[in-house]
């Protein structure tokens, strides 16, 4: 491993460029630093023993890339990075060897998507609400998905830095009385001590939209129908189920929620924007749920919350599109490859 800074990290090409979550590996070629990206048809993780054995079956027979940039789920540390999800573990060095690859830098997958933001168009997004972003001002991406991810993007002295971070592990609170009467049967999965906390990541993920329908369920005293979470989304979504409705009415609440707390964390004037697998396939639910309202409802701040804009990123593979910029211009971001940039 090397020890760099950030400006002079930048590898050569063509550069593979990766996104891999715990169910799919999403593989592209940005051949330099102006041609168009290639896409190769997405691998799934269960799929491939390893990773580098997906590289060699999607990639290797249409490409010879000399360098990858990979954004992974989970953090980036040593030589050999296990995946959260599955059970993947990517080891540079063996990729380097095997894969005829001179240089490797392992990105966390959040840091990925910030770096997408700035070249999103309107036509990659679903604005939910009102407010304007204000130019070069903080950012922030949060996504439910397999788990609930997030990171910041804060613009200084002519560059964007990610800010990577666990930000979906910050406390949810109950608000309403409805609230207080489905938070104690909210099974919670991270087992912390005396006190029940609930984190963003218990009801903000696939897994928490079912754990928040079973709460419900259970402060209804009825019966579950469903134990899966684009069930719920899809009976919500078709309006069949009065439970999953409010599942997925409370799940687009408590978002808002939590991606207000970040937002004010950061000052995100440059916009709040909505990421992962779940989001981009209800957003029109989203626009229409109180989503915003909840976002917005942070006293005595609400006039600062209603000018800070909201979306949802419908864009294919923004992960992809934010690893392609900074591999095309490195020099536009301060992200710091120090111990997780390999060299052959
Ligand atoms: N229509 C849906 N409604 C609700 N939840 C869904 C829906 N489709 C998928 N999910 C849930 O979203 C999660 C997967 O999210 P996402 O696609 O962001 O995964 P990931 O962790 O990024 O992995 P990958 O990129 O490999 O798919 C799973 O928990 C899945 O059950």
Redesign the pocket.
């Known amino acids: 491993m090397i020890q760099e800074t950030a400006d002079r990290a930048f590898v050569p090409f063509p550069t593979l460029i990766g996104?891999?979550?715990?169910?799919?590996?999403?593989f592209a070629l940005v051949p330099d630093a102006t041609g168009e990206v290639v896409r190769f048809p997405n691998a799934q993780?269960a799929d491939f023993p390893a990773i580098d054995d997906a590289i060699e079956a999607t990639v290797l027979p249409h490409a010879k890339p000399r360098s990858a940039v990979l954004a992974l789920?989970g953090p980036v540390q040593g030589d050999q990075v296990p995946l959260t999800?599955?059970p993947w573990v990517v080891e540079p060095k063996k990729m380097i060897a095997r894969l005829g690859l001179d240089e490797v830098i392992l990105l966390n997958?959040f840091e990925a998507l910030s770096l997408s933001l700035p070249a999103l168009g309107e036509e990659d997004l679903v604005r939910v609400g009102g407010g304007e972003p204000v130019a070069n001002a903080a950012q922030v991406v949060v996504?439910?998905?397999?788990?609930l991810g997030a990171a910041a993007l804060i613009h200084a002295r002519g560059t964007w830095f990610p800010v990577p971070g666990e930000g979906g592990h910050v406390d949810l609170a109950p608000v309403t009385a409805r609230d207080f009467a489905i938070w104690p049967h909210i099974e919670e999965p991270f087992g912390t001590g005396p006190y029940r906390r609930i984190a963003g990541e218990t009801l903000l993920?696939?897994?928490g939209?079912v754990r928040l329908y079973r709460a419900i369920i259970a402060a209804d005293g009825a019966r579950a129908r469903f134990d899966?979470?684009?069930e719920?989304?899809?009976a919500a979504l078709g309006g069949s189920d009065g439970a999953a409705e409010e599942a997925l009415s409370l799940f687009c609440i408590h978002l808002g929620r939590l991606a207000g707390n970040l937002a004010l964390a950061f000052m995100a004037r440059g916009g709040v924007f909505l990421?992962?697998?779940?989001a981009a396939?209800?957003a029109p639910f989203i626009k229409e749920s109180g989503f915003r309202e909840a976002f917005i409802d942070k006293a005595p701040h609400q006039a600062l919350m209603d000018k800070m804009p909201t979306s949802v990123i419908v864009h294919p593979a923004p992960a992809l599109a934010g690893i392609a910029a900074y591999a095309r211009t490195p020099e536009l971001f301060g992200v710091v490859t120090e111990g997780r940039h390999w060299r052959r």
């Open positions: 996104d891999i979550g715990g169910t799919n590996a999403r993780t789920a999800n599955c997958d996504g439910p998905g397999t788990g993920c696939g897994a939209l899966d979470p684009s719920i989304t899809a990421a992962g697998g779940i396939k209800i």
